[in-house]
Nanobody, 126 residues
Framework: QVQLVESGGGLVHAGDSLKLSCAASGRTFSSDTMAWFRQAPGKEREFVTLVGWSGGVAYYADSVKGRFTISKDNAKRTVYLQMNRLIPEDTAVYSC???????????????????WGQGTQVTVSS
């Protein structure tokens, strides 16, 4: 049974930092592409960032580039999202997602991912 479990969300002030974690079990993590998506109330789920299976490739949405950093620890079967200089517009439920090895194909849409966590709430107050 595949499980992705996020943690680290919370309520912070604008300018603060948070680090989210997503622990994976039940599948071969080292060959997976991992991504973070977020969904704010009344909005569609949007791509935040992804990291390729080896950790050598990372994509970021323009809205978070320079502020967020994704990393993947294959030994711990965990992917992290370091979020710095948070702004109120970052408020959303953040979910991690996984897809099996797919070479150089790194999707930035939800349909590209097979496995999903339940999400963790991040709220940034102004």
């Amino acid at each position: 049974q595949v499980q992705l479990v996020e943690s680290g969300g919370g309520l912070v002030h604008a300018g603060d930092s948070l680090k989210l974690s997503c622990a994976a079990s039940g599948r071969t993590f080292s060959s997976d592409t991992m991504a973070w998506f977020r969904q704010a109330p009344g909005k569609e789920r949007e791509f935040v960032t992804l990291v390729g299976w080896s950790g050598g490739v990372a994509y970021y949405a323009d809205s978070v580039k320079g502020r967020f950093t994704i990393s993947k620890d294959n030994a711990k079967r965990t992917v992290y999202l370091q979020m710095n200089r948070l702004i109120p517009e970052d408020t959303a439920v953040y979910s991690c997602a996984a897809r099996g090895y797919s070479g150089n194909y790194y999707p930035t849409t939800p349909s590209g991912y097979t496995y999903w966590g339940q999400g963790t709430q991040v709220t940034v107050s102004s």
